[in-house]
């Protein structure tokens, strides 16, 4: 299968500070990328869809100031976490499509303290 | 709103045996199925996908498609104790997301 690849894998930020996630399509081009969240025993909720090129869909409830996607080339997207609060803290997971198969790259725990 | 159930478990099936996950989803429309696997801490992992009605096997796992019933199983044959984790299933949705159930925990024992 595919191999979608997330830096870093883990990360501890403090209250205020801006977290960069940057999640890479390693053996493929992906037009799009999608951004999810997955809190302690829940599943995994989309957060928005990253599109190469143009801006990203958000879902209802995720702020889009808050969280911002970029999607600057066909194996690259990033996610931003601004102004980061303890309730931020989550593991953040991309994946993209290849294959209309959906591949999900290692995940991003947030701890913001 | 897409919904997707599951049973949260935990399933605890004896070593060898044969464990059944079940999954129904809401929308009618929907036209492709997804069996993912998630060990604690770790992404989600694809096992299976699924599009037309009937059976599809990959090795020891096979999964069934009703859409009539709106209703995707997993079949784990001959369950060994590294099959023990979340077994989520998953609906295409409209922008080529997935939708999630909650998981179902499975367990098995030696």
């Known amino acids: 299968g595919a191999v979608v690849s997330q830096h870093p894998s883990w990360v501890i930020c403090k209250s205020g500070t801006s977290v960069k996630i940057e999640c890479r399509s390693l053996d493929f081009q992906a037009t799009t990328m999608f951004w999810y969240r997955q809190f302690p025993k829940q599943s995994l909720m989309l957060m928005a869809t990253s599109n190469e090129g143009s801006k990203a869909t958000y879902e209802q409830g995720v702020e889009k100031d808050k969280f911002l996607i970029n999607h600057a080339s066909l194996t690259l997207s990033t996610l931003t976490v601004t102004s980061a609060h303890p309730e931020d803290s989550s593991f953040y997971i991309c994946s993209a499509i290849e294959y209309y198969e959906q591949y999900f790259g290692p995940g991003t725990r947030l701890t913001v303290t | 709103q897409k919904e997707v159930e599951q049973n949260s478990g935990p399933l605890s099936v004896p070593e060898g045996a044969i464990a059944s996950l079940n999954c129904t989803y809401s929308?009618?429309?929907?036209?492709?199925f997804f069996w993912y696997r998630q060990y604690s801490g770790k992404s989600p992992e694809l096992i299976m996908s699924?599009?037309?009605?009937g059976d599809k096997e990959d090795g020891r796992f096979t999964a069934q498609l009703n859409k009539a019933s709106q209703y995707v199983s997993l079949l784990i044959r001959d369950s060994q104790p590294s099959d023990s984790a979340t077994y989520l299933c998953?609906?295409?949705?409209?922008?080529?997301?997935?939708?999630f159930g909650k998981g179902t925990k499975l367990s098995v024992k030696p």
């Open positions: 998953a609906v295409g949705g409209s922008q080529g997301n997935l939708i």
């Open positions: 699924i599009y037309s009605n």
């Open positions: 929308d009618r429309g929907s036209q492709s």
